[in-house]
Structure formats: structure tokens, C-alpha cells
């Protein structure tokens, strides 16, 4: 695909094997996400970085990963590839805790908490999550994003791919669009607010991971958990497990505990993972799956409504 017109491209070879599909898929915003496709050629994104639109197309070459850029972003796409991929985050140091964790543990050995560095972005999509179910919110960006998103340069229009709107753009969007679109005010004012500061939101890809958490819950409506989903697909952060997310303490503690707890049951188990919080909720989840779902399916916050 790099062969098409008006691709930049470069090759990257991680330190250590990765493996793409987990390191890539929180990035998928459900079925039918306007900004993401997964085919047989690889990976395809469409983003809007600080330089513009880009559309990203990542191909897994035996040792090396080749990344093929269209668009204004491209440029400052291909930068950020090998964060993408992991190179922020060191595993060297996890040791398992736990007989499940000890199982796991191999078959996520290849996994790496990715660092896109689109902070405002990602905070865009987390905010929209906040205090409703998955499919709710996955429904609200994916029109969003369509109505007023920009189509994504290269061969990514062809495949139906669509870069959000940028930070400005966001900010313009009036109100009744927004409640056509699923999203209470609330979190449309919350979303409006933070773009208007979006240059400082991005700079905390070049802080320290405390102090970029720091400058993202001193903005109203962002709290422990926004920041988290934030700091796990933009940050590169192993240390940011998903307090106040309505389903991962009951998955984690009914894993380890063999009993549904709450967050500060959570806490108290992951807390000999400190530092790699985050990587020990993955690989927990991924190992022991999600708790059975009984009953009707309803409308359900997905995340503590304390806690943004």
C-alpha cells in the first residue's frame, strides 16, 4: 500500500517482538468506527493530528513493522510509530503476582501499552464513554465523526475511513447535533471545553506521565477514569488501571478473589503490580475473560458516575 501516491513510509523493528492486534485494538472504538478498519493488509487508521488529517496504515513484516502515512499529518504520524508500538513501555520489571497472572503472563508477553500521542483526541472519545454503555457511546462518535469529520486522505476515503474533527472543529458543533447524536449536555460541555485548551492537553505526551495526569484532572469533568483510558492509548501509561469503569473491578476481583468487588478491593489486589498496574488488569481480563452478563440488556452507566 505505501506504492500509492503521495505515501511517506518508514520500517521499525521493536527492541522486542510485538504483537500487533493487542497493542492496536483499544484504539477501535466498536463495530463500524469510522476511524479504524482491520483487513488482511494490516491496520488502517485515520486521525487528525496536530499538523492535520492523516491516514495510517501499519503492516506486520516478520521482525519489522512497516507504517505507510497519507495527509498533512503524515509526517508527525510516522514520528510517533515506534510509541505507537510500544517503545514507552518497559515490561522488563512485571513480575506475576498471582497463579493466574503467572498464566497469562506468557501469552501477553508480546503486548505494549501504545502512545499515539493524539491526547486530545483520545480525550474525545473517553469523555464521550463516560456514565453510558459501550454501544451508546460508540454510536454517538461514529456519527459524530461522519457528520463532521473530515474524509481521510489516501487511499483511506476509499475504504470509508474518516478523521474527527479537529479540536476547533469540536468546539463548533452546535448543541441540537449533539443531542441527535446521543450526547447529553453534560459531556458535550465537558468535550467543548477541553478542545479550547487541546495545544496544552497534547503537550502532556512530552511530560512526565504524573504531571500530564496532573494537567488532565485540572480540567472539570476529567477524573480518574477519563484520564486512565486516556494515559493507556495516548501516554503509553502500564500504570493506569480503569478505577471507576463499571465492569473491570468486578472482573478483576471475581478473578483473583472468586468474589465481585469493588474498586478499592481492586486497589488493594494490584497494588503489588505498582507501576504496572494497567499491564496486570490486561492480562488478568485477557486470561480469566469477562464476568458472566445475566439478564436484559439496559441502558447502564459503564462507569461509576463519581468518577470521570
Known amino acids: 500500500m505505501s506504492t500509492q501516491p503521495g505515501a511517506r513510509t518508514r520500517r521499525h523493528r521493536p527492541e522486542s517482538p510485538v504483537d500487533l ?3 492496536l485494538a483499544p ?4 463495530s463500524g468506527d469510522p476511524t479504524s478498519r482491520v483487513a488482511r493488509d494490516g491496520w488502517w487508521f485515520a486521525w487528525t493530528t496536530p499538523q492535520g488529517p492523516v491516514t495510517l496504515h501499519l503492516d506486520d513484516e516478520g521482525s519489522d513493522v512497516r507504517a505507510s502515512a497519507w495527509g498533512a499529518g503524515a509526517d508527525w504520524m510516522l514520528e510517533r510509530v515506534p510509541d505507537l508500538l510500544g517503545a514507552r513501555d518497559d515490561p522488563s520489571g ?3 503476582h498471582h497463579d493466574l497472572v503467572a498464566r497469562g503472563w506468557p501469552r501477553m508477553a508480546r503486548w505494549r501499552v501504545p502512545a499515539n500521542g493524539l491526547v486530545a483526541q483520545m480525550l474525545v472519545c473517553s469523555v464521550l464513554e463516560q456514565k453510558v454503555t459501550g454501544r451508546e457511546a460508540f454510536s454517538s462518535q461514529r456519527q459524530l465523526v461522519r457528520r463532521f469529520g473530515t474524509p481521510a486522505p489516501g487511499p483511506g476515503e476509499e475504504r470509508g475511513l474518516v478523521c474527527p474533527p479537529s479540536p476547533a472543529h469540536w468546539t463548533q458543533i452546535p448543541s441540537w447535533a449533539w443531542l441527535r447524536a446521543g450526547v447529553d449536555g453534560a459531556r458535550s460541555r465537558v468535550i467543548v471545553t477541553t478542545m479550547r485548551v487541546a495545544g496544552r492537553l497534547d503537550e502532556c505526551a512530552d511530560l512526565s506521565l504524573e504531571q500530564a495526569h496532573l494537567r488532565m484532572r ?4 476529567i477524573g480518574v477514569w477519563t484520564a486512565a483510558e486516556v494515559a493507556q492509548r495516548a501516554l ?3 500504570d493506569s488501571p480503569s478505577f471507576g469503569d463499571y465492569h ?3 472482573d478483576v476481583t471475581l478473578a483473583l478473589d472468586g468474589e465481585v468487588g469493588d474498586d478499592a478491593r481492586m486497589a488493594e ?3 503489588p503490580y505498582a507501576g504496572q498496574r494497567y499491564r496486570a488488569q490486561r492480562i488478568i481480563v485477557a486470561t480469566a475473560g469477562h464476568r458472566p452478563r445475566r439478564g436484559p440488556r439496559r441502558s447502564l452507566p459503564t462507569h461509576l458516575p463519581t468518577r470521570f
Do not use: I
Not at 27 to 30: A, I, L
Not at 218 to 221: D, E, Q, T, V, Y
Open 21 to 23: 492486534d493487542p497493542v
Open 27 to 30: 484504539f477501535v472504538r466498536g
Open 94 to 96: 512485571f513480575t506475576p
Open 218 to 221: 485540572s480540567l472539570p469533568g
Open 236 to 238: 503509553g501509561d502500564p
Open 248 to 250: 473491570v473491578a468486578k
Open 269 to 271: 489486589l494490584l497494588e
